[in-house]
T-cell receptor, first 111, second 112 residues
């Protein structure tokens, strides 16, 4: 069974702080990794994708991948109340095929 | 540029009934994937359609079937509905063999 594991949270951070979201995966053949944001009652929205070991930055978001440890993380700098949502981590073994999602981590940014 | 659209938005059915959900992919996309998201869970992959064929299937029973039309739109059919089929059904579109999948707004199915 291919597993993507996330802490369900909620993770609570004050406004302006760095939020750190973590994800581990069990399928070593996974090649691509994604972070989606999902507001309550809405559909997932892609934030970032990462394919190689190391860091990838996009605005306030940084994704980190360590394939040896089978670990993916998402850092959100200068967190805003509007960042409050569930963050879904997903892996993909073959390009363009099924995404394997974790259960998501609920993030609450308090003013 | 129209994004992924799904219909209907909400649907209420009773056990044993059949349901059809519809999806139109983002302009330029030719691949449609369907996911089921139960409350408090991540999306679970049902199947993917490309070139009007089911290309990959997740761990769902045969009660779940689908179709893709020549214009790349897709349908998800669920027969003999169970209470446990109550969920948000998400359609995602992509360009074949590329990674990025874009999700539609979903259809909320309630089975009573």
């Amino acid at each position: 069974q291919k597993e993507v594991e996330q802490n369900s949270g909620p993770l609570s951070v004050p406004e302006g702080a760095i939020a750190s979201l973590n994800c581990t995966y069990s399928d070593r053949v996974s090649q691509s990794f994604f972070w989606y944001r999902q507001y309550s009652g809405k559909s997932p929205e892609l934030i970032m994708s990462i394919y190689s070991n190391g860091d990838k930055e996009d605005g306030r978001f940084t994704a980190q991948l360590n394939k040896a440890s089978q670990y993916v993380s998402l850092l959100i700098r200068d967190s805003q109340p509007s960042d409050s949502a569930t963050y879904l981590c997903a892996s993909e073994a073959n390009s363009g095929y099924a995404l394997n999602f974790g259960k998501g981590t609920s993030l609450l940014v308090t003013p | 540029d129209a994004g992924v659209t799904q219909s209907p938005t909400h649907l209420i059915k009773t056990r044993g009934q059949q349901v059809t959900l519809r999806c139109s992919p983002k302009s330029g996309h030719d691949t449609v994937s369907w996911y089921q998201q139960a409350l408090g869970q991540g999306p679970q992959f049902i199947f993917q359609y490309y070139e009007e064929e089911e290309r990959q299937r997740g761990n769902f029973p045969d009660r779940f079937s689908g179709h893709q039309f020549p214009n790349y739109s897709s349908e998800l059919n669920v027969n003999a509905l169970l209470l446990g089929d109550s969920a948000l059904y998400l359609c995602a579109s992509s360009l074949a063999n590329t990674d990025t999948q874009y999700f539609g707004p979903g259809t909320r199915l309630t089975v009573l």
